[in-house]
């Protein structure tokens, strides 16, 4: 099988890169609508369509970045849930710390792996999904796609959630009751004033964090191709809006982020989409970083890209 690139951008050692991608095409619990196994692949295709200079930063962050994209991580076909899972976590914490994760899934179970993998202590998960994602178990699952948010939570990490429009009484309790669960329904963003308190949240983060992005979190119309799609939601410059300021807040450290839950349908439109999110992230993430200040240092030699 040819090797995953990125914007067909040649693939750098990884202990010499910037950005790491890792496809991980995991779909096991899924309750609705199947595919979110083709969506690694079906971004990396979209990001060859993808110019590579970034018309928010003025800049074409590949002169100045290295990129790897990783073998897709599977599982097995005799391996459990809980090994997978396991598995996936030990992986993510044997890649190097400093370049930025970006996981693409697969659905939004793997986050809890991630997350644990990079992050050695409590920090902030920043959660855009439709859903609280807050269930004990789903479908007999501990690992469901519907309960990532309720492990993060039990690890002692801090819930920032935005976007969320479906949730049990029991989710909507939880949240009430516990003040390192935050949540900002998608309908209350509608008012200005309640953006604005959103924004002012995010830029009062601080310390170690992860981001996570489950697709359904845009408006349908936006992204159709998700799992589990609702009404209402995001449009691409709210969220564009949110990733900005989570990424230029310079009191955070983004220890990684993941794109989950793309179903690939015949427009295109929702894997483009997730492939211009995840240029955005790789871009802003690495102005916040000062890369683009190396050729002038001289550390860094322009990369050779066609
Ligand atoms: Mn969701």
Redesign the pocket.
């Known amino acids: 099988m040819a090797e995953a690139r990125y914007q067909r951008l040649p693939n750098r050692a990884v202990d010499a890169t910037d950005v790491i991608v890792l496809p991980v095409p995991y779909e096991q619990t899924v309750s609705y609508k199947g595919g979110t196994a083709r969506a690694p692949e079906t971004i990396l295709a979209a990001t060859e369509q993808l110019e590579y200079y970034d018309e928010d930063q003025r800049w074409s962050p590949f002169k100045y970045m290295g990129i790897t994209v990783l073998a897709p991580f599977e599982k097995h076909p005799q391996e459990g849930e809980r090994d997978f899972h396991r598995r996936l976590q030990q992986y993510a914490a044997s890649l190097p710390a400093k370049p930025l994760l970006l996981a693409l899934g697969g659905e939004?179970s793997i986050t809890p792996d991630l997350v644990q993998g990079r992050m050695n202590a409590p920090g902030t998960v920043i959660v855009l999904?439709?859903?609280a994602?807050l269930r004990r178990e789903f479908e007999g699952s501990r690992f469901s796609?519907a309960c990532p948010m309720h492990h993060l939570r039990e690890a002692g990490h801090e819930i920032l959630m935005v976007g969320v429009r479906s949730l049990l009484d029991e989710e909507a309790r939880r949240i009430d009751g516990d003040p390192g669960l935050r949540c900002f329904l998608d309908r209350e963003l509608q008012r200005p004033e309640c953006w604005r308190a959103l924004l002012d949240a995010i830029h009062a983060l601080s310390g170690p964090a992860w981001l996570t992005i489950?697709m359904?979190?845009f408006n349908p119309a936006v992204v159709p191709g998700?799992g589990?799609p609702q009404p209402g939601g995001l449009s691409w410059y709210q969220a564009l809006a949110l990733i900005e300021a989570c990424l230029f807040n310079q009191r955070l450290r983004l220890r990684g982020c993941d794109l989950v839950?793309l179903v690939p349908e015949p427009s295109c439109v929702s894997a483009m989409t997730a492939a211009k999110l995840s240029h955005k992230l790789i871009s802003w993430w690495g102005k916040s970083q000062r890369l683009d200040e190396r050729l002038e240092r001289g550390s860094q030699t322009e990369v050779d890209y066609h």
């Open positions: 939004h999904d439709a859903h994602d796609h489950d359904d979190v998700v589990t839950e």
